[in-house]
């Protein structure tokens, strides 16, 4: 049977629940435990996917297709190994399921309450993922704080589950704030013995305390949150401020969270974690040789969250070729076709990110031209890709009304069109082309060079694509169509093939990126970056020596 492990937070929102999860996963994993982790949003959303992502971030999407938090992104790269539909739960899809049931009239005329109903449906979510013995650990993240309304009930489900598993088969880690005071120059452990005062008023009682801290925790403070909080010393655990997520592991181990827990779920402690590559990868992106500046345009670059994989798949990539990437924010609402060299100087690649709406488009084109006759190397992802078709066909084809029918639905050359089965669709939620699929890669190509292959598979999140009446005109202009899903013949990837990269592809490499197995797009992209920057400060030094 499966043990539990739940990760609550306290005191205040965004203080790293989802990486302190990751972490402790990878840990237990590399002592060889079989673990998984899975989260729970009390938000009434059945899934992030119709969320604006200045609201919740990214929407990360699985390989079965399900639209779920990006913490699902976290724990995918910290442990290298797929999620799915079953590792994210919300509050709305709970309660879309309750309220399913009694329409059916499976509850047999009872009344429908929160406790049982609710609470023995988020418990069935629990367990479902440790039940067909795939997993020694699961690991439950609750979404939100201890003491919002929308989490009594995941609190009541836990309560439960502590009373009905046993003290060996369920632990708690709750997540807190110990805030330093610099005008007194002291750490305050209040905020924190109220969360679990809170916490235990709810009937839960933390095993373990981890303590976010700018600080470190002294020993003497330690104690004072042990006794205050009622947990054994050792099982308060100093989570100190570091420079990048990927040291945070590294930290819990120095901590010895990963044995606190598995003490205190009876399970063996011999074996040391076997972190051999993940050293190897920050010493890589600590040490870096190189340095590259990536643009990144995208319609909400002001918060970071919205493109989290990206950024995560620049990190993985840049360690794979030993360059530090550098990503600048670039609004393509202020591109024109006057300021785009001012707008781009500088740069050694261009990334057009994914998204959806009217928003900077012309701007959007008109950078990805600027890059395609500068052989300026070019990256474009999903809608990203779908616009380098739209340049290509403007100013190459010369068909200057050629747009996406998202855009211009009158266009007399949609190149981009909606999807076949998208068109009857009216209800927006999780209703896209989602998930994993294969796609076929043309021998010779720059696509089959990066991956090493002619068969791949990767993941989709869109309702519009190439247009394939078009094909035959793209081609004859030189437009490289290198890869089709084998089965509906769907363009997924476009090249050029004089140029030192230009390529755009219709899913999301970004959500397959792990430490472990960086995204090829990525490393080989990052890779042309640097070979471009390496000949422009070439060029840049020899100009000098003539002057």
Same mark, same amino acid.
Request: glycine fraction near 8%; aromatic fraction near 8%.
């Given at each position: 049977?499966?043990?539990?492990?739940?990760?609550?937070?306290?005191?205040?929102?965004?203080?790293?629940?989802? #990486?302190?999860?990751?972490?402790?996963?990878?840990?237990?994993?590399?002592?060889?435990?079989?673990?998984?982790?899975?989260?729970?949003?009390?938000?009434?959303?059945?899934?992030?996917?119709?969320?604006?992502?200045?609201?919740?971030?990214?929407?990360?999407?699985?390989?079965?297709?399900?639209?779920?938090?990006?913490?699902?992104?976290?724990?995918?790269?910290?442990?290298?190994?797929?999620?799915?539909?079953?590792?994210?739960?919300?509050?709305?899809?709970?309660?879309?399921?309750?309220?399913?049931?009694?329409?059916?009239?499976?509850?047999?005329?009872?009344?429908?309450?929160?406790?049982?109903?609710?609470?023995?449906?988020?418990?069935?979510?629990?367990?479902?993922?440790?039940?067909?013995?795939?997993? *020694?650990?699961?690991?439950?993240?609750?979404?939100?704080?201890?003491? *919002?309304?929308?989490?009594?009930?995941?609190?009541?489900?836990?309560?439960?589950?502590?009373?009905?598993?046993?003290?060996?088969?369920?632990?708690?880690?709750?997540?807190?704030?110990?805030?330093?005071?610099?005008?007194?120059?002291?750490?305050?452990?209040?905020?924190?013995?109220?969360?679990?005062?809170?916490?235990?008023?709810?009937?839960?009682?933390?095993?373990?305390?981890?303590?976010?801290?700018?600080?470190?925790?002294?020993?003497?403070?330690?104690?004072?949150?042990?006794?205050?909080?009622?947990?054994?010393?050792?099982?308060? #655990?100093?989570?100190?401020?570091?420079?990048? #997520?990927?040291?945070?592991?590294?930290?819990?181990?120095?901590?010895?969270?990963?044995?606190?827990?598995?003490?205190?779920?009876?399970?063996?402690?011999?074996?040391?974690?076997?972190?051999?590559?993940?050293?190897?990868?920050?010493?890589?992106?600590?040490?870096?040789?190189?340095?590259?500046?990536?643009?990144?345009?995208?319609?909400?670059?002001?918060?970071?969250?919205?493109?989290?994989?990206?950024?995560?798949?620049?990190?993985?990539?840049?360690?794979?070729?030993?360059?530090?990437?550098?990503?600048?924010?670039?609004?393509?609402?202020? #591109?024109?076709?006057?300021?785009?060299?001012?707008?781009?100087?500088?740069?050694?690649?261009?990334?057009?990110?994914?998204?959806?709406?009217?928003?900077?488009?012309?701007?959007?084109?008109?950078?990805?031209?600027?890059?395609?006759?500068?052989?300026?190397?070019?990256?474009?992802?999903?809608?990203?890709?779908?616009?380098?078709?739209?340049?290509?066909?403007?100013?190459?084809?010369?068909?200057? *009304?050629?747009?996406?029918?998202?855009?211009?639905? *009158?266009?007399?050359?949609?190149?981009?069109?909606?999807?076949?089965?998208?068109?009857?669709?009216?209800?927006?939620?999780?209703?896209?082309?989602?998930?994993?699929?294969?796609?076929?890669?043309?021998?010779?190509?720059?696509?089959?060079?990066?991956?090493?292959?002619?068969?791949?598979?990767?993941?989709?999140?869109?309702?519009?694509?190439?247009?394939?009446?078009?094909?035959?005109?793209?081609?004859?202009?030189?437009?490289?169509?290198?890869?089709?899903?084998?089965?509906?013949?769907?363009?997924?990837?476009?090249?050029?093939?004089?140029?030192?990269?230009?390529?755009?592809?219709?899913?999301?490499?970004?959500?397959?990126?792990?430490?472990?197995?960086?995204?090829?797009?990525?490393?080989?992209?990052?890779?042309?970056?640097?070979?471009?920057?390496?000949?422009?400060?070439?060029?840049?030094?020899?100009?000098?020596?003539?002057?």
């Amino acid at each position: 049977m499966a043990k539990y492990i739940f990760v609550t937070g306290g005191v205040t929102s965004s203080l790293g629940k989802g #990486i302190i999860a990751a972490s402790l996963a990878k840990l237990l994993q590399a002592r060889g435990f079989r673990v998984t982790i899975q989260k729970f949003d009390p938000y009434i959303n059945v899934d992030p996917g119709t969320l604006n992502p200045y609201e919740h971030g990214e929407c990360y999407v699985t390989e079965d297709g399900a639209e779920t938090d990006l913490d699902l992104g976290h724990y995918e790269r910290f442990l290298n190994t797929p999620t799915s539909q079953a590792n994210n739960v919300t509050t709305g899809r709970i309660y879309q399921t309750v309220i399913n049931k009694e329409r059916e009239g499976a509850y047999l005329g009872k009344t429908v309450q929160v406790i049982p109903h609710i609470t023995d449906e988020i418990k069935r979510r629990i367990l479902l993922l440790g039940k067909d013995g795939k997993y *020694d650990i699961v690991i439950t993240e609750l979404g939100g704080t201890v003491g *919002d309304i929308e989490s009594l009930p995941y609190i009541e489900a836990v309560r439960q589950l502590q009373w009905e598993l046993g003290e060996e088969d369920c632990l708690v880690v709750h997540l807190t704030l110990i805030p330093y005071l610099r005008a007194a120059k002291e750490l305050k452990t209040k905020p924190t013995q109220h969360s679990v005062r809170l916490l235990s008023e709810y009937g839960v009682h933390p095993d373990i305390i981890v303590c976010r801290t700018e600080e470190p925790l002294y020993r003497d403070l330690k104690k004072k949150i042990a006794l205050f909080c009622n947990v054994q010393v050792d099982a308060v #655990i100093e989570a100190n401020d570091v420079p990048t #997520i990927y040291e945070v592991p590294l930290e819990m181990m120095r901590e010895k969270l990963d044995v606190s827990v598995l003490k205190r779920l009876g399970l063996p402690v011999e074996k040391e974690p076997e972190l051999v590559k993940w050293r190897e990868f920050l010493d890589k992106l600590k040490y870096p040789k190189t340095k590259v500046t990536i643009g990144l345009i995208g319609k909400y670059v002001e918060l970071q969250d919205a493109y989290k994989s990206i950024l995560e798949s620049f990190i993985h990539a840049g360690a794979q070729n030993e360059c530090k990437v550098v990503v600048q924010n670039i609004h393509s609402e202020h #591109i024109t076709s006057e300021n785009v060299a001012e707008k781009l100087k500088g740069l050694d690649g261009l990334l057009v990110a994914p998204g959806f709406g009217h928003r900077g488009i012309e701007g959007k084109i008109v950078a990805i031209q600027y890059a395609r006759e500068n052989k300026l190397p070019f990256f474009g992802i999903c809608l990203g890709m779908q616009m380098s078709v739209v340049e290509y066909a403007r100013n190459v084809l010369g068909w200057k *009304d050629a747009h996406s029918v998202e855009m211009n639905p *009158d266009t007399a050359h949609p190149v981009i069109n909606l999807m076949e089965e998208q068109k009857k669709v009216t209800a927006k939620g999780g209703t896209m082309r989602l998930g994993a699929y294969a796609c076929e890669l043309v021998p010779g190509s720059k696509a089959a060079e990066i991956y090493g292959a002619t068969a791949i598979s990767e993941r989709h999140r869109h309702r519009y694509e190439f247009n394939s009446d078009f094909i035959q005109q793209f081609e004859d202009a030189g437009l490289v169509l290198s890869g089709k899903n084998p089965e509906s013949g769907l363009v997924e990837i476009v090249e050029l093939p004089n140029h030192p990269f230009f390529v755009g592809v219709q899913f999301h490499p970004e959500l397959k990126s792990t430490v472990e197995s960086p995204a090829p797009v990525f490393v080989s992209f990052v890779k042309a970056a640097k070979q471009y920057a390496e000949s422009k400060n070439g060029k840049t030094k020899l100009e000098e020596q003539i002057a």
